[in-house]
C-alpha cells in the first residue's frame, strides 16, 4: 500500500485565495483524520469522517475552514479565504476501524499564506 | 493547563546511553497511549501503543503508563544516532480524538 497521499506537498498563495488540500486514506481504512501542526500550537486535529460522514468538526476554527469526504479513498480541506495565520502544516491521517490502534500519517501539506 | 504536557527539549545525548521521555496529562478518561516519532519534515509515525496502564517492550523501546499519576513514558535504550527526531505522545479516550504533546526533540550525537 502505498500509504496515506496527500497533494500538493507545498503550497504558497496570496491572503483571501481560496486554498484546497487533498488526501486519500488507506484503502480499507475506515476512519479519516484532518489536522494542523504548527510550532506555537502544536498538532491540533481538526475534524474527522468516520465512513465518510464528519463526526467532530469542533476543531476547525473558523467558518472559513471546510472538509469533505465524497468517497472512502478522498477527502479535501478547503480555506475560503485563506489568511496568513493559516500558514502550517496540514496532516492527513487514517485508521481501520477494526484490530488496529494509532493513526498512519501522510507527509503533509506545507501551507504558507502571504 | 494543556491536557497533555510535554518538554519540548531539546535533549542531546550520547550514542548508547539510555533516553527517558515523558507526558503528563489531566483528562482521567484517556485509555489509548501512543508515541510517535517525527523525522523533520515528515509525518508522524507510530512508534507504540498501550492500551489502558502497563508496561510494553518492542526491541529497543519500552512504553509505560501510570494513570494513577497521569504519566506515561517512553525509554530507548542503547540510542542510535538514527533516532535523532522528534518524539510525541499520544493519548485519547476513544482511540478517535488523539490529543498530542507538543513533541520532544532528541538529538543522539555518535
Known amino acids: 500500500d502505498a500509504g496515506v497521499i496527500q497533494s500538493p506537498r507545498h503550497e504558497v498563495t496570496e491572503m483571501g485565495q481560496e486554498v484546497t488540500l487533498r488526501c486519500k486514506p488507506i484503502?480499507?481504512?475506515?476512519?479519516l483524520f484532518w489536522y494542523r501542526q504548527t510550532m506555537m500550537r502544536g498538532l491540533e486535529l481538526l475534524i474527522y469522517?468516520?465512513?465518510?460522514?464528519?463526526?467532530?468538526d469542533s476543531g476547525m476554527p473558523e467558518d472559513r475552514f471546510s472538509a469533505k469526504m465524497p468517497n472512502a479513498s478522498f477527502s479535501t480541506l478547503k480555506i475560503q479565504p485563506s489568511e496568513p495565520r493559516d500558514s502550517a502544516v496540514y496532516f492527513c491521517a487514517s485508521r481501520s476501524g477494526t484490530g488496529t490502534y494509532g493513526y498512519t500519517f501522510g507527509s503533509g501539506t506545507r501551507l504558507t499564506v502571504v | 493547563q494543556k491536557e497533555v504536557e510535554q518538554d519540548p527539549g531539546p535533549l542531546s545525548v550520547p550514542e548508547g546511553a539510555i533516553v527517558s521521555l515523558n507526558c503528563t496529562y489531566s483528562n482521567s478518561a484517556f485509555q489509548y497511549f501512543m508515541w510517535y516519532r517525527q523525522y523533520s519534515r515528515k509525518g508522524p509515525e507510530l512508534l507504540m501503543y498501550?492500551?489502558?496502564?502497563g508496561n510494553k517492550e518492542d526491541g529497543r523501546f519500552t512504553a509505560q503508563v501510570d494513570k494513577s499519576s497521569k504519566y506515561i513514558s517512553l525509554f530507548i535504550r542503547d540510542s542510535q544516532p538514527s533516532d535523532s527526531a522528534t518524539y510525541l505522545c499520544a493519548m485519547s479516550a476513544s482511540n478517535n480524538d488523539m490529543r498530542f504533546g507538543a513533541g520532544t526533540r532528541l538529538t543522539v550525537k555518535p
Open positions: 469522517f468516520n465512513n465518510n460522514v464528519p463526526i467532530d
Open positions: 498501550t492500551y489502558s496502564s
Open positions: 484503502s480499507g481504512h475506515d476512519y
